[in-house]
């Protein structure tokens, strides 16, 4: 193992540390990630082109070898977390620019990290990757049809400009690393090694500089979108876990659909929010990167040690 290895093994094993170490300097020493609003699309780009090196055929089997799971992850997906956020923007009375971003972020696909974390669970591995990779690639229909329907009770939404920006900061650079990956096989599967270390530097990169743009909004109203992004979270791993196991589903496949319910693309929500809407708008999506990820690993450890019952 060279030392590009041992270094994106040590972030992906930390990745946590390194989400709460940024957002804190972002806060804390806003000058330092101010002037770089502009970067944060472009690092999106680069998470998602390396999502796209990452998926294979196998991935997509899954969809048609068992569909119905599939269907019942990602429907519950995009049924259970834009609900809930409007829930919460509603019982909450949270101010418009804060109402918006916490829909946003809901009504964003699963997380990339949520695989991760199914994995850690001893979840259906399989099925959490095809459900975030289906809800993944329908984002540019689902995520402006929820949001124009969720939150256009707080401001006038822009479904056309979404889908476009959506397309162009996912879908293209997920294509584009597919396309990578078929054309250079060898040198594509050398740099997957890496990802988990430009990963983790694009996305806390992201998380500092939005937490830098809103410090003083952060200062006034952090408790509050806190206190939303942690309801939001564990109420998507609670419903997400419930709706599976409606279904019949096994243990396995429940927390693979808890997890991919309850952990959003939470980069693609502060990346929309700020290109569409305020700098305020972002913070939920921000916070809800930072407590995802650790409310996520506990989780995923706690259901790790759980086997199912005959």
């Known amino acids: 193992m060279n030392a590009v290895e041992k270094a994106s093994t040590f972030v992906g094993k930390t990745f946590a540390l390194w989400v709460i170490l940024m957002a804190g300097f972002g806060f804390f020493a806003p000058q330092l990630f101010v002037g770089y609003k502009s970067w944060i699309t472009p690092l999106l780009g680069i998470v998602m082109f390396g999502m796209g090196l990452t998926l294979s055929a196998a991935d997509f089997r899954e969809v048609f070898r068992r569909p119905a799971d599939v269907a019942i992850g990602v429907i519950g997906h995009y049924l259970i977390m834009p609900g809930i956020a409007y829930l919460l923007a509603v019982a909450l009375r949270l101010p418009p620019d804060i109402a918006v971003g916490v829909i946003l972020v809901g009504c964003c696909p699963s997380g990339t990290a949520s695989n991760v974390m199914t994995f850690l669970a001893k979840g259906d591995v399989a099925l959490g990757v095809s459900i975030g990779a289906v809800s993944t690639l329908i984002a540019p229909l689902a995520t402006p049809a929820l949001v124009s329907l969720l939150a256009g009770t707080w401001m006038d939404i822009n479904a056309e400009s979404l889908f476009t920006d959506i397309v162009k900061v996912l879908i293209v650079p997920i294509v584009l690393g597919i396309v990578v990956k078929m054309l250079f096989r060898k040198q594509a599967a050398a740099s997957v090694k890496a990802l988990p270390l430009v990963s983790t530097i694009a996305i806390v990169l992201i998380?500092?500089?939005?937490?830098?743009?809103?410090?003083?909004?952060?200062?006034?109203?952090?408790?509050?979108?806190?206190?939303?992004?942690?309801?939001?979270?564990?109420?998507?791993?609670?419903?997400?876990?419930?709706?599976?196991?409606?279904?019949?589903?096994?243990?396995?496949?429940r927390k693979a659909v808890m997890l991919e319910t309850g952990m959003q693309n939470s980069g693609l929500g502060a990346a929309l929010a700020a290109a569409h809407f305020s700098p305020l708008a972002a913070v939920p999506s921000a916070l809800f990167s930072v407590w995802h990820n650790l409310s996520g690993s506990a989780l995923a450890t706690w259901f790790a040690g759980r086997v199912e019952r005959d």
């Not at 979108?225 to 409606?246: D, T």
């Open 207 to 253: 998380i500092a500089i939005i937490v830098s743009l809103n410090q003083p909004k952060i200062m006034a109203n952090g408790l509050l979108i806190l206190a939303a992004v942690i309801l939001h979270n564990l109420l998507g791993f609670a419903l997400g876990y419930l709706f599976a196991r409606m279904f019949g589903m096994s243990l396995a496949k």
